[in-house]
């Protein structure tokens, strides 16, 4: 059999733009290329985009996974200059500039987008990988919501072979480990109150673990002690100051010597592109959290053509050396100054360099409760920071349709709160 | 290890009845006794009733799996007498009056209601079974959506290692058939036309083929005719009068000797309850389509506490000894018969026996096409058969919250068809 040929090399006076990943970062720069004079080919193995904002919810029931996926594809329906191929990249070749796909075929590109994403970090934490369950991607969220339900109906259908209540554990006091907390929560006081699973609720737990003193640190302290009291309002257990040892099939181990029994651990604790492609496929030593080390331009040291952006590359806040936290404004943003300069460098114009916009930041704890903190002004909490949090979250999501239904079942679970679609999805799998 | 006890001994003074399966005749069976002095369990090993009339729209991207699908615990939240079961039954101790569920358990029951459908029938075509995409479960219907999204995904990515066009062959011209092929025909314009994917449209085909004359055959000769007219008006070409006489991994070999390659064949010509518990459980020798023999009142032959009805069942239509057709109507109707004969029986009553009443039938071609048959009074075609059509189904769809949003979709399709969600299901269910 003959090596597999380049057989999209690029043969028209358009320069391509191949972006690897439909992610905020890589959908972002799409978005600015289209209309311009380059091709564009946005890979990605999944062909929807996700909007990982609202996972928690598909997680908890809440949302189904159709609403916050829309079609790449459908994204740039009106753009002519921008195709979408489905598939996974398994290497990259800088010096012949092309990208190889896992079905075969090469692809040829004049600049290379990285926009790969990043997944959970684990920390060494023993059996963190094995045993707890991230909320990272569209399958963590579906997996999640399969072992949430599932374990419930086991409780229900064999009391006898189990203690009273159950309890899970979410590791991380971020806004993905409140949110999940509230939610999970929530969850349960529904499938006991409304579905009428035979469990105590009383001898149920949602136990939030995390090493820092307060929950959601990158907030101002006013915001992290609202969070606590809404918390611990809604039945949710915080353990601060302590760190996981080691996660186990029957719950975690902490540093203070406790150990929580618990039915599922979720690990919210942090993303690290370690062991992604675009962390692997470069010479040089990533940046922090494994990331690919970009310029002030957002374009790969020493490979002008190459750019990385969002979770995978360490993006600079400013002028100095600070690095951009893994969020989706920082992908957002990145893509999009990441379209203008590779714009620049096919007019012969120099590139500029990119700034963070910190607008601010949000977290939900679940019904009519939220902190938002603009940049400039106040925090703002319970049913106006939930307004907030709701329209601006609406205003991000992609496609009117998602935006009409994801809304419809907000206002659903506002005013009927119990009928979310609680479908053990994994059960859809399977055979008759 | 000992051996597994029966744990759930009815030691209650309520009569236990046991209901195998949550489809539409287990749910009839239910609701008819919700409220009872009966003790109901519904045992399913999915936590969901599915609406399997539907199940072609899931499949070719135009409803999402929550779509159909409806949780039995939310169906029965205001019957105290309901409860629910996950898990899936393995045998059944006709003497001991018990079912053995496979995660351990016996139930015991005073009365045991079969109701576990049946599966694609293949007559013994040769692989069939391995190569062709049946379409009565929600697993099914997300198998075939991969297939068909991941089908034209590969022809567009590849398209040197493809012959131009994309075929798909369906076997069947009953209701699930027509509609299946006119709907597979409209995803493809959808996403040729809209997603913009590079295939051949004009060297695109969907294939009907029926041992048949005519498609529809148990409709009257009038519309069996009209939707002839408008498959072939929407470009999908009738075989009929031919056989299926093998499936291969690349197309059907058909009677006249002919080969069609195609990349897809959708198996939609009939269904069987061989092979399934309710079938294999039972000492006698069951009836036409491998359906339990039951008495006229829809008892099992000698077992008057064990009754089966649906597709399940070999359900008499009268007082001959003809047999009803697997469908829907006839699920209900024997569901809710079945749970009033249980009725009689425990207040010391005599049974009676069951009638089905045809109260016509109805199947969709497409936008706007469909032809409705009701027993007194002619055949409604068109856009007034459509409506009926529409009206119908959301009527008998479990669930205001599903009704909503599927009629939500139908309106967005009918006023932009294209914006259906075409996300490819298995793509979530894999990692990043």
Known sequence: MESPVAVN?????HPRVVIVGGGFAGIAVARGLAGSEADVIVVDQHNFHTFQPLLYQVATAGLEPADVAYPI???FRNDSNVAFRHGRVTAIDLEAKEVLLADGPHLAYDHLVLASGASAEFFGVPGAAQYSLPLYTLADARHLRNRLLLTLEERDASPENYPPGVTFVVVGGGPTGVETSGSVRELLDICVRRDGLNIDLEQSHVILVDLGDRVLPAFPMSASTYAAKILENRHITLRLGVQVKEVTSTGVVLSDGTTIEAAGVIWAAGVSARGTL??????????PQGRVRVEHDLSVLEHPDVWAIGDAAAV???AGDEVCPQLAPVAIQSGKHCAEQILNVLKGKPTKSFKYHDKGMMATIGRRAAVAKMQRGPVIKGTLGWLAWLTLHLFYLVGFRNRFRVLTNWCWRYLDWPSGPRLIVADAETAP
Do not use: C
């Open 9 to 13: 090399v690029n043969d028209t006076e």
């Open 316 to 318: 600079l806040r400013g």
């Open 278 to 287: 675009a962390a692997e496929a470069l010479p040089h030593q990533p940046g």
């Open 73 to 75: 594809r459908t994204i």
